[in-house]
């Protein structure tokens, strides 16, 4: 019986091979679907996890997530300087460290920060951490290597922008890979963005005033003026980094500030930035705002307090996993429209088969009935066609998983290196049960022609 | 199955009256006559019977009933101690696998299979193990009926090898009965002739019955006894 299968499903193997590519594709479509949306969902969610607690001014909580976890630049509002002074003396805390958006290296992010980050964020894989003004540390997906130098550039990848030549960093570590967006990241000393920036609106306004924070008041105003050019993000850094310098201008900044005036008038000497980083610039109630803060509680209730505490006029909180599980609540039609679609062309792949099954078996029905006549019961009939769809049905589920495995990878890994978000694929006990329940309705639709070959009557069926 | 081994369903041989036939008629909707209308028939067992008669004279309707591919509506069709008007489909299709070997005019061959795998196929399909020494048998036979190449794939052979073929599958399983339904039909004179003489040699050799139904007047000429319908009706 299975050579006759065989021999059957060779004579017509060109048919039988586009019944199982059609199978195998909409089971694919559906599978890519599904891996997909789940991948995404984890990978995000990991990538979340990565911070227990967010902390930036009042407005969208969306945008306070997508900036400070998965590093898309937005327009966020900046926090008061003494809110990150105040949350690192919190004993609930176990650190705090600002997310500050600086500019780009070669489409990688340039984040300002401290040196609590490089370790909450898992600690290093090669190198040391930042310790001077001129030093980063980078991702594990950064296409650069230790020792390596680089000028930051304005704006992002494709958009127009000038290079700051007049700051120069230099490689000094390597995070471990965190499957996070962090993994693409140049982490830099906060101190260090914020001087850049000061620098950088001391070019926009073209004066040279003593003291950089109210100069840097005038620069903003012009900058605002001409919002061509800066993208967003910097804008509002801007203008968060003068309200602070306006009100509380300190020595420290001035004097980091002057440091890079001196940087600017004598172009290539990188003394200005040879400065070590300083703890308590942070820890001063007057230091510039930020347009984010992630926070690690010590525990549990203490990530709810903070959370309660930090919801202020002034200061929003957020859980960045909460934030996502909501974020996917409003996108569940999509997925739900997405499924359907893929149900749906399953289905259709599903009736066009039986259709095609179907009208073979009516135009078998002579081989069929002489198989009758020749004395095969009418079970070795059913089993024979049952087996023949059952056999290509299952094939092409089988070979559609595959695929839609491969294909979720494909798309995986092309999403992580433009994201850096890994996407982990993969399936879970209830994928089986779905492929185990697909080729059970497979069987069962099988059976329809199957039975129809059954119940034919071998003479008629002879007669033609 | 050991050659010797006697059959307990369908004596071969010794009994006088092997098929008896009784009051059968057979309708078919949207025809007024019956299709076919036979009172009484007897065959010995051994016997070699030509059914003749014009198209549509009721030759294939009468070997369906005789086959039990067609459930016998009215009458009694007994074929040794079975009556196959009592039998369910299922049984009739046991019964004919173990005693009815077919010949058919458009041979019936499955092409994608060689010679010797078409003269296995039913014994495939009806049990899930060839019995032993089958395998043998039907190279026996295709060497009998003249066919060298036993692995020759079915589709690359002349109509005279394939109807041939079909010969050595009817006798695969030593049915008591054999059944040729116009056999000579579809081939030209000598290929017929030779189909012809095989399957007189081949029901002797065995003893089983032989009934052929054709309108071909030479292969009629070589059978003992003949039966003439016309219309259904059984013509003495
Ligand atoms: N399934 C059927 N439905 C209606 N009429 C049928 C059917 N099968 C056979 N017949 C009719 O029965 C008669 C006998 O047919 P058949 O036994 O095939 O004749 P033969 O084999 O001698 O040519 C014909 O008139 C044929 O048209
Ligand atoms: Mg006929």
């Given at each position: 019986m299975l050579r006759f299968i065989a021999a059957d499903l060779r004579r017509q193997w060109a048919g039988a091979l586009a019944i199982l590519l059609l199978v195998a594709l909409a089971t694919a479509l559906g599978v890519v679907v599904t891996l997909q949306e789940r991948a995404l969902r984890l990978g995000s969610a990991r990538a979340a996890d990565a911070f227990d607690l967010v902390v930036g001014a009042p407005g969208s909580e969306t945008q306070l997530v997508l900036s400070s976890v998965f590093l898309?630049?937005?327009?966020?509002?900046?926090?008061?300087?003494?809110?990150?002074?105040?949350?690192?003396?919190?004993?609930?805390?176990?650190?705090?460290?600002?997310?500050?958006?600086?500019?780009?290296?070669?489409?990688?992010?340039?984040?300002?920060?401290?040196?609590?980050?490089?370790?909450?964020?898992?600690?290093?894989?090669?190198?040391?951490?930042?310790?001077?003004?001129?030093?980063?540390?980078?991702g594990a997906n950064v296409g650069m290597r230790l020792g390596d130098h680089f000028h930051p550039q304005h704006g992002r990848v494709g958009e127009p922008g000038g290079t700051h030549t007049e700051i120069t960093y230099?490689?000094?570590?390597?995070?471990?890979?965190?499957?996070?967006?962090?993994?693409?990241?140049?982490?830099?000393?906060?101190?260090?963005?914020?001087?850049?920036?000061?620098?950088?609106?001391?070019?926009?306004?073209?004066?040279?005033?003593?003291?950089?924070?109210?100069?840097?008041?005038?620069?903003?105003?012009?900058?605002e003026g001409d919002a061509q050019e800066a993208e967003p993000l910097n804008d509002e850094a801007h203008s968060g980094e003068t309200h602070g310098s306006e009100t509380h201008g300190s020595e420290t900044h001035g004097s980091e500030t002057h440091g890079s005036e001196t940087l600017e008038g004598e172009a290539g000497q990188p003394d200005a930035l040879d400065a070590p980083i300083r703890a308590?610039?942070?820890?001063?109630?007057?230091?510039?705002?930020?347009?984010?803060?992630?926070?690690?509680?010590?525990?549990?209730?203490?990530?709810?307090?903070?959370?309660?505490?930090?919801?202020?006029?002034?200061?929003?909180?957020?859980?960045?996993?909460?934030?996502?599980?909501?974020?996917?609540?409003?996108?569940?039609?999509?997925?739900?429209?997405?499924?359907?679609?893929?149900?749906?062309?399953?289905?259709?792949?599903?009736?066009?088969?039986?259709?095609?099954?179907?009208?073979?078996?009516?135009?078998?029905?002579?081989?069929?009935?002489?198989?009758?006549?020749?004395?095969?019961?009418?079970?070795?009939?059913?089993?024979?066609?049952?087996?023949?769809?059952?056999?290509?049905?299952?094939?092409?589920?089988?070979?559609?998983?595959?695929?839609?495995y491969g294909g979720a990878l494909a798309l995986s890994s092309a999403f992580s290196t433009a994201s850096g978000v890994s996407l982990p694929v993969a399936f879970v006990p209830g994928d089986l049960a779905r492929l185990a329940g697909l080729v059970l309705a497979a069987a069962i639709v099988a059976s329809l022609p199957a039975v129809l070959a059954y119940r034919q009557s071998p003479a008629a069926a002879l007669r033609g | 199955m050991p050659p010797d081994t006697p059959r307990s369903d369908a004596p071969r041989s010794g009994a006088p009256r092997f098929l008896r036939l009784r009051a059968v008629e057979q309708r078919f909707p949207g025809l007024?006559?019956?299709?076919?209308?036979?009172?009484?028939?007897?065959?010995?067992?051994?016997?070699?019977?030509?059914?003749?008669?014009?198209?549509?004279?009721?030759?294939?309707?009468?070997?369906?009933?005789?086959?039990?591919?067609?459930?016998?509506?009215?009458?009694?069709?007994?074929?040794?101690?079975?009556?196959?008007?009592?039998?369910?489909?299922?049984?009739?299709?046991?019964?004919?696998?173990?005693?009815?070997?077919?010949?058919?005019?458009?041979?019936?061959?499955?092409?994608?299979?060689?010679?010797?795998?078409?003269?296995?196929?039913?014994?495939?399909?009806?049990?899930?193990?060839?019995?032993?020494?089958?395998?043998?048998?039907?190279?026996?036979?295709?060497?009998?009926?003249?066919?060298?190449?036993?692995?020759?794939?079915?589709?690359?052979?002349?109509?005279?090898?394939?109807?041939?073929?079909?010969?050595?599958?009817?006798?695969?399983?030593?049915?008591?009965?054999?059944?040729?339904?116009?056999?000579?039909?579809?081939?030209?004179a000598d290929s017929g002739a030779a189909v012809a003489q095989l399957l007189l040699e081949l029901a002797g050799e065995s003893g089983a019955t032989l009934l052929v139904a054709t309108h071909d007047a030479a292969l009629v000429a070589r059978l003992p006894r003949v039966l003439r319908l016309e219309s259904g009706r059984l013509k003495d």
């Amino acid at each position: 019986m299975l050579r006759f299968i065989a021999a059957d499903l060779r004579r017509q193997w060109a048919g039988a091979l586009a019944i199982l590519l059609l199978v195998a594709l909409a089971t694919a479509l559906g599978v890519v679907v599904t891996l997909q949306e789940r991948a995404l969902r984890l990978g995000s969610a990991r990538a979340a996890d990565a911070f227990d607690l967010v902390v930036g001014a009042p407005g969208s909580e969306t945008q306070l997530v997508l900036s400070s976890v998965f590093l898309q630049a937005a327009p966020l509002p900046l926090l008061p300087g003494t809110v990150l002074a105040g949350l690192i003396a919190d004993p609930r805390v176990t650190w705090a460290a600002p997310v500050g958006f600086g500019d780009f290296i070669e489409g990688y992010p340039i984040v300002g920060t401290t040196p609590v980050l490089v370790e909450g964020m898992g600690g290093l894989a090669q190198g040391r951490g930042f310790a001077r003004l001129g030093e980063a540390v980078i991702g594990a997906n950064v296409g650069m290597r230790l020792g390596d130098h680089f000028h930051p550039q304005h704006g992002r990848v494709g958009e127009p922008g000038g290079t700051h030549t007049e700051i120069t960093y230099h490689v000094v570590g390597r995070l471990a890979p965190t499957g996070t967006p962090w993994d693409r990241a140049v982490l830099v000393p906060i101190e260090t963005v914020w001087l850049a920036h000061h620098h950088d609106e001391a070019d926009a306004a073209g004066a040279a005033a003593t003291n950089p924070f109210l100069r840097n008041a005038h620069a903003d105003a012009a900058h605002e003026g001409d919002a061509q050019e800066a993208e967003p993000l910097n804008d509002e850094a801007h203008s968060g980094e003068t309200h602070g310098s306006e009100t509380h201008g300190s020595e420290t900044h001035g004097s980091e500030t002057h440091g890079s005036e001196t940087l600017e008038g004598e172009a290539g000497q990188p003394d200005a930035l040879d400065a070590p980083i300083r703890a308590d610039s942070l820890t001063d109630p007057h230091a510039p705002g930020v347009p984010a803060i992630v926070v690690k509680p010590r525990s549990i209730a203490d990530a709810y307090k903070l959370r309660q505490a930090y919801r202020t006029d002034h200061t929003w909180a957020v859980f960045p996993g909460e934030v996502l599980t909501r974020l996917y609540g409003t996108l569940g039609d999509v997925r739900l429209v997405l499924s359907l679609v893929a149900s749906g062309a399953q289905a259709l792949v599903g009736a066009a088969i039986l259709l095609v099954v179907t009208i073979h078996v009516v135009q078998r029905r002579r081989q069929i009935g002489a198989l009758r006549a020749l004395g095969a019961p009418r079970l070795a009939i059913f089993a024979i066609v049952w087996g023949e769809v059952a056999l290509i049905a299952a094939g092409g589920l089988a070979a559609g998983f595959a695929l839609g495995y491969g294909g979720a990878l494909a798309l995986s890994s092309a999403f992580s290196t433009a994201s850096g978000v890994s996407l982990p694929v993969a399936f879970v006990p209830g994928d089986l049960a779905r492929l185990a329940g697909l080729v059970l309705a497979a069987a069962i639709v099988a059976s329809l022609p199957a039975v129809l070959a059954y119940r034919q009557s071998p003479a008629a069926a002879l007669r033609g | 199955m050991p050659p010797d081994t006697p059959r307990s369903d369908a004596p071969r041989s010794g009994a006088p009256r092997f098929l008896r036939l009784r009051a059968v008629e057979q309708r078919f909707p949207g025809l007024d006559m019956p299709a076919l209308a036979i009172a009484a028939l007897d065959i010995a067992a051994g016997e070699q019977v030509a059914v003749m008669g014009p198209s549509g004279s009721g030759k294939t309707t009468l070997i369906n009933l005789l086959t039990g591919l067609e459930r016998v509506g009215q009458g009694s069709l007994i074929w040794g101690d079975t009556d196959l008007a009592t039998l369910s489909e299922g049984a009739r299709d046991r019964w004919r696998a173990a005693n009815v070997g077919l010949v058919m005019q458009d041979f019936h061959l499955f092409p994608g299979l060689s010679a010797l795998e078409n003269v296995l196929l039913p014994q495939r399909l009806a049990r899930l193990v060839l019995p032993a020494g089958a395998q043998a048998e039907a190279g026996r036979l295709l060497a009998r009926v003249g066919i060298e190449r036993q692995g020759q794939a079915i589709e690359t052979m002349s109509r005279g090898q394939m109807q041939r073929v079909a010969v050595a599958r009817a006798l695969a399983v030593r049915p008591a009965i054999i059944v040729a339904d116009e056999p000579t039909a579809s081939l030209d004179a000598d290929s017929g002739a030779a189909v012809a003489q095989l399957l007189l040699e081949l029901a002797g050799e065995s003893g089983a019955t032989l009934l052929v139904a054709t309108h071909d007047a030479a292969l009629v000429a070589r059978l003992p006894r003949v039966l003439r319908l016309e219309s259904g009706r059984l013509k003495d």
